[in-house]
């Protein structure tokens, strides 16, 4: 059973850069999928930030797409997301999640990690 | 971008009580619309893809219908289990969006 597991700071300065990781357990992330970062304000809905193929073909959210940056790491089957110049309005709930093509929808989700942008 | 509205934006319900969500989209995005149930504390769970494609292992109480712009999400009996907040979202165009959530709560 494929997991994703986030890791990271839990806390960041404003004007400073939000970095991320997914560990992606139990399946290669080289197998034909999508991987995703999604985030949630607190109390609020879903934003979908972007997705990696393995060969690093991206896609991002115009909204972010100039202060983001989703890379991928076969070696050790992890992605990460980089967003820089952060301020309050990026305080989230970031979850990583499994994108199937076949399915076009997320499968496996990580558990999320809670993100607060502050001095 | 594809704006994704749903209705209602919450509702109070019975265990034992047909529920009926609905999600329309800004434009058609053909079935290309998945339903996600979310618990507090919890990352979203797929229960429905393709708009009517029940996820392996979820309750066949749970059902989607619909194509082009509106959708729907029913439950038939519900559950103590099901009380959560209900998400669709479309994936027929970038960027993929999501719809502002309905919260099913306890009558």
């Known amino acids: 059973q494929v997991q994703l597991q986030e890791s990271g700071p839990g806390l960041v300065e404003p004007s400073q850069t939000l970095s991320l990781t997914c560990t992606v357990s139990?399946?290669?992330?080289?197998?034909?999928?999508?991987w995703s970062w999604i985030r949630q304000h607190p109390g609020k809905g879903l934003e979908w930030i972007g997705y990696?193929?393995?060969?690093?073909?991206?896609y991002y959210n115009p909204s972010l797409q100039s202060r983001v940056t989703i890379s991928v790491d076969t070696s050790v089957n992890e992605f990460s997301l980089r967003l820089t110049s952060v301020t309050a309005a990026d305080t989230a709930v970031y979850y990583c999640?499994?994108?199937?093509?076949?399915?076009?929808?997320?499968?496996?989700w990580g558990q999320g990690t809670l993100v607060t942008v502050s001095s | 971008d594809i704006q994704m509205t749903q209705s209602p934006s919450s509702l109070s319900a019975s265990v034992g009580d047909r529920v009926t969500i609905t999600c329309r989209a800004s434009?058609?995005?053909?079935?290309?619309l998945g339903w996600y149930q979310q618990k507090p504390g919890k990352a979203p769970k797929r229960l429905i893809y393709?708009?009517?494609s029940l996820q392996s292992g979820v309750p066949s109480r749970f059902s989607g219908s619909g194509s082009g712009t509106e959708f729907t999400l029913t439950i038939s009996t519900l559950q103590p289990e099901d009380f959560a907040t209900y998400y669709c979202?479309?994936?027929?165009?970038?960027?993929?969006?999501f719809g502002p959530g309905t919260k099913v709560d306890i009558k």
């Open positions: 979202l479309q994936h027929n165009d970038y960027p993929f969006t």
């Open positions: 990696i193929y393995y060969s690093g073909s991206t």
């Open positions: 393709a708009a009517s």
């Open positions: 139990g399946g290669s992330i080289t197998s034909g999928y999508y």
């Open positions: 434009q058609g995005i053909r079935n290309d």
């Open positions: 999640a499994r994108y199937e093509m076949a399915a076009i929808s997320f499968d496996h």
